[in-house]
């Protein structure tokens, strides 16, 4: 079974909105990355957080990690059309295990 | 090549038969692994090579899959005997492993899209 499972499944939001993903996992981790996948395309790594760390930021990404609740979110400010992808959580306590994902869809 | 490289892009075969997907990972990762995403799925996990460690099969679904890294560096993915619903795309992905054992950031092919017939 999947370590990661996120929510929400699908999200949709306005041009210049925040996006929030979240993830919830089961075992301890040594590190929690969060994906980006375009339709039909492989995926791009966002931003990896380490077990001992709360919170990260790159750009207009923000992603927190709480190890005591086993979860984390991924931010995205100020949202563009272009965010439209899907968001994978992925957990690491040796091998990489990936969630389900959040569809993000941003309407100009 | 400077990324993933997957081949073929795309395969369509008849149920029964065999197939072989290959990857070129990134020079030097020593990590290496294949999931498997269905439309509209998640990434589910098939197996992981660490350098010369044994493999983590624990993903393969059935003895009809198999996979092999040969060198530390190309990976073959082998389905014997195909049927409707390995049909999916192929994902593999390539990585250095810090010191402490826990895998990095992950680089993706852009996928073997298999359709059985």
């Known amino acids: 079974s999947q370590q990661g499972e996120e929510d929400p499944q699908a999200l949709s939001i306005q041009e210049g909105e925040n996006a929030t993903m979240n993830c919830s996992y089961k075992t301890s981790i040594n590190n929690l990355q969060w994906y980006r996948q375009n339709s039909g395309r492989g995926l791009v790594h966002l931003i990896l957080i380490r077990s001992n760390e709360r919170e990260k930021h790159s750009g207009r990404l923000r992603v927190t990690l709480d190890t005591s609740k086993k979860s984390s979110s991924l931010l995205i400010t100020a949202s563009r059309a272009a965010d439209t992808a899907s968001y994978f959580c992925?957990?690491?306590?040796?091998?990489?295990?990936f969630g389900q994902g959040t569809e993000l869809s941003v309407k100009p | 090549g400077a990324g993933v490289s997957q081949s073929p892009s795309n395969k369509v075969t008849e149920k029964g038969k065999d197939v072989e997907l290959r990857c070129d990972p990134i020079?030097?990762?020593?990590?290496l692994y294949w999931y498997r995403q269905s439309l509209g799925q998640g990434l589910e996990f098939l197996i992981y090579?660490?350098?010369?460690?044994?493999?983590?099969k624990s993903g393969l679904p059935s003895d009809r899959f198999s996979a092999e890294r040969t060198g530390g560096s190309v990976s073959t993915l082998t389905i014997q005997r195909t049927q409707q619903e390995d049909s999916a795309v192929y994902l593999c992905?390539?990585?250095?492993?810090?010191?402490?054992?826990?895998?990095?950031?992950?680089?993706f092919g852009e996928g073997s899209r298999l359709t059985v017939l």
């Open positions: 992905a390539s990585s250095l492993v810090p010191a402490g054992g826990s895998t990095g950031e992950l680089f």
């Open positions: 090579f660490q350098g010369n460690s044994a493999p983590d």
């Open positions: 020079s030097g990762h020593t990590a």
């Open positions: 992925a957990t690491s306590g040796g091998k990489l295990i």
